[in-house]
């Protein structure tokens, strides 16, 4: 076994045993760090969170799913893996593996039943996420997506300041204005910090007829694009609002389950190809 000095190991000497069983838990044997963001609230962006880290995995990408939501983590019911508990072996975390390529990590793994409430004020919440980023066990990643809560407050800001200026942002909104103003905050929290971002998703961009395909613009149409073309950074795509997107989740699917030409996961293939 090698031993090897990482500038971000949070415990020393860290392990790297190769890129198929390495438990290091240093960021340097991370190459690209996303972290998926939203300024409001119900935009589906842990949904947009999963299925990009699924679709990285499923090209072949060693990938790293970490769920920075205390209050409300829901990466565990939509992957399929409630009832999951991660596994301490001294110094590190271990995540929980789903399928062959990704490893994931979250809250909801460490509770000691679905219904507990966390009650925790700021300082706690802080030390928690550098525990789940820095001592999870995720060994030699392409890339580690992290889904955050809402907002630019204590966990996004933690998250961005723990992973460094090489993370990248991804931008989820919904097309009405009421979601585009709190998201433009979340543009303006990035730029602020330091960090880039590579791009807006409009997430819940019309609604899909289950039966006529027709697409009625149930929150208007475009408000993404348009926010992007304002803030000068890259737009995405746009991922429609299904029924088979909630049927999914709530069932512990991904899009990559529905059929291949199905117009979500189509949406989210064109989006991936951009990253």
Same mark, same amino acid.
């Given at each position: 076994m090698t031993k090897t000095k990482c500038s971000t190991c949070s415990v020393g000497d860290c392990k790297s045993r190769g890129q198929d069983e /390495?438990?290091? @838990?240093?960021?340097?044997? %991370?190459? =690209?760090?996303?972290? %998926?963001?939203? +300024? &409001?609230?119900?935009v589906g962006?842990?949904?947009?969170?999963? =299925?990009? @880290?699924? @679709?990285?995995? =499923? @090209? /072949? &990408? &060693?990938? +790293?799913l970490l769920d920075v939501d205390i209050h409300g983590p829901s990466v565990p $019911? %939509?992957? /399929?893996?409630k009832g999951k508990k991660s596994k301490l072996k001294a110094p590190w975390l271990i995540p929980v593996k789903w399928g062959e390529n990704m490893k994931v990590m979250s809250i909801g793994f460490l509770l000691p039943d679905d219904n507990e409430a966390v009650i925790w004020r700021g300082p706690v919440k802080g030390s928690l996420i550098k525990q789940l980023i820095e001592e999870t066990a995720w060994g030699n990643l392409d890339y580690l997506v992290v889904d955050c809560p809402p907002g630019t407050g204590d966990e996004p800001l933690s998250v961005l300041q723990i992973l460094g200026p090489d993370a990248k942002a991804v931008i989820v909104t919904t097309p009405q204005a009421v979601a585009i103003d709190d998201v433009r905050r979340s543009i303006t929290f990035c730029k602020k910090v330091g960090n880039p971002i590579v791009g807006v998703v409009e997430n819940m961009s019309g609604f899909v007829c289950p039966k006529c395909k027709d697409v009625t613009q149930i929150f208007g149409a475009g /408000?993404?694009? $348009?926010?992007a073309e304002e803030m000068g950074i890259p737009f995405l795509g746009a991922i429609p609002l299904d029924p088979s997107i909630t049927l999914s989740g709530d069932a512990g699917k991904t899009l990559f389950d529905l059929e291949a030409d199905h117009p979500s996961r189509s949406a989210m293939e064109e989006i991936i190809e951009k990253l």
């Open positions: /390495g438990d290091t @838990a240093c960021l340097d044997h %991370i190459k =690209n760090k996303l972290v %998926i963001l939203s +300024g &409001k609230g119900g962006k842990s949904t947009v969170a999963v =299925n990009m @880290a699924v @679709a990285l995995a =499923n @090209a /072949g &990408k &060693k990938v +790293g $019911r %939509i992957l /399929g893996l /408000g993404g694009k $348009r926010l």
